[in-house]
């Protein structure tokens, strides 16, 4: 497991633009930017050592949407660690990306729905398949979080814990795009009951939320920021560094 983790700009694509979502309401949008690319390039000028892309369209229609897009980011940074989840449905859609030259895909909606497509997918693809548990109020939400189900995200997590994923991004639905602090309590205790590293995710507002994460570098691989990052109250650099000390 990760002993430091990173810091994760998100890059939420919706019709094209960069946007993000409140508690992954599609129309609950601020745009941020009509150009993904330069928008990954600012991040990448300000330290990431890894993307957080999300098809946001391909979440709800179950297809990829922004695949251009995706590629385009991806051809301009060859060398740093992309990750993608929203549309990502079929074996072909995950070679697809990766080819394109994505290091992670994530898997969500089908992940609940069909675990053993995970199996299949890590098989296949082994070191690259993320699974990405959404919940609300510990339950796992499915269809760009327009379905809640009776699952619990723990128990989710510990299906996945022996065949190959690399990671969890664990997203806390009422948090996300709220600016209301990241749920620390619920991302640990996927992590240690589910036996994988996690990635934090929903509600990162600023340096408080990184200095409770650090703790735990044991079991939180990277955290991602969203609208904190793109409103000022989180610097990107600054918490990287942060991080990175001893």
Known sequence: MCAVPVIIPAIDLKDGKCVRLKQGRMEDDTVFSDDPVAMAERWVLEGARRLHLVDLNGAFDGVPVHKQVVQDI????????????????????IEE???????YIIIGTKAVEDPDFVAEACREFAGH??????????????????????????????????????????????????????????????????????????GVTDMKDIELLKPYGDCIEGIITGRAIYEGTLDLNAAQRYLDLK
């Not at 991806?74 to 859609?93: D, E, S």
């Open 97 to 103: 990306y990766i080819v394109a030259g994505l290091t």
């Open 129 to 202: 398949i993320i699974v990405g548990i959404d919940a609300k109020d510990g339950m796992v939400a499915t269809h760009g979080w327009a379905n809640v189900t009776d699952t619990k995200a723990t128990e989710l997590a510990k299906r996945f814990a022996d065949v190959g994923v690399s990671s969890i991004v664990y997203t806390d639905i009422n948090r996300d795009g709220m600016m209301q602090g990241v749920n620390v309590e619920q991302t640990v205790n996927l992590a240690r009951e589910g036996g994988l590293p996690v990635i934090a995710s929903g």
């Open 74 to 93: 991806a051809k301009a940074f060859p060398n740093l660690p992309i990750q993608l989840g929203g549309g990502v449905r079929t074996m072909r859609t």
